[in-house]
């Protein structure tokens, strides 16, 4: 079965822009979790959504949000772009909330010039 | 709050040698899971092995296995007969069993593989 599908897998923007990432995760699964990794910050958690609900947020500014479609589909959203938003951003999903099962996509890496 | 370490930046280990990473964690919690994600240059964090803290038995999956060491807090992945396939980032990884299921992440090890 197809993995997860994160789309674009690059992505050039400028400063003050916005961006919208977008992930479809493995059929059948509800739960998806977003990450930004980062050569300074490693890997952080930026949230999760299960059946269309926000269940866990992660320690980032306002600017960025999510959301997830009845289909699972989830998408990102970075407003007002800065430089340090430059990373590759990793969408995982899983059956439900707590599974084990994570599996992850292979990312958008996202530039901001 | 949850901490991962791994120690190790980088290493290196010879075609068909055994080598093991480090990975050691902070957390007040007694239940909860540990894992090994391997990122190569694909950049798909591909997940390695997995060990429930409640489980004294160290997992085993093929080639890999981990040393796992509760009290200590340490949690090391050994690769034997190491392939080429298997150079990467390696991440530890740390989740809690109950409530915010969000992984928390080392920095990861650089494996090279020496054909």
């Known amino acids: 079965k197809a993995g997860v599908t994160q789309t674009p897998r690059y992505l050039i923007k400028t400063r003050g822009q916005q961006v919208t990432l977008s992930c479809s995760p493995i059929?059948?699964?509800?739960?998806v979790s977003w990450y930004q990794q980062t050569p300074g910050q490693g890997l952080q958690f930026l949230f999760e959504?299960?059946?269309?609900?926000?269940?866990n947020k992660g320690n980032f500014p306002g600017r960025f949000s999510g959301r997830q479609f009845s289909n699972s589909r989830s998408e990102m959203n970075v407003s007002t772009l800065e430089l340090g938003d430059s990373a590759l951003y990793l969408c995982?999903?899983?059956?439900?909330?707590?599974?084990?099962?994570?599996?992850f996509g292979s990312g958008t890496r996202l530039t901001v010039v | 709050a949850q901490t991962v370490t791994q120690s190790q930046p980088e290493m290196s280990v010879q075609e068909a040698e055994t080598v093991t990473l480090s990975c050691t964690y902070d957390?007040?919690?007694?239940?909860?899971?540990l894992f090994w994600y391997k990122q190569p240059p694909s950049r798909q964090m591909i997940l390695v092995i997995r060990?429930?803290?409640?489980?004294?038995q160290n997992a085993t999956e093929n080639r890999f296995s981990v040393n796992f060491q509760k009290a200590a807090k340490s949690f090391s992945l050994k690769i034997s007969d190491s392939q080429l396939g298997d150079a990467a980032m390696y991440f530890c990884?740390?989740?809690?069993?109950?409530?915010?299921?969000?992984?928390?992440f080392g920095t990861g090890t650089r494996l090279t593989v020496i054909p």
């Open positions: 959504y299960f059946s269309e609900t926000q269940r």
């Open positions: 059929s059948g699964h509800r739960s």
């Open positions: 060990q429930e803290a409640y489980k004294q």
């Open positions: 995982a999903s899983s059956f439900s909330v707590g599974a084990d099962g994570y599996t």
């Open positions: 990884a740390y989740r809690r069993q109950t409530g915010a299921n969000n992984l928390f």
């Open positions: 957390t007040s919690e007694s239940d909860y899971y």
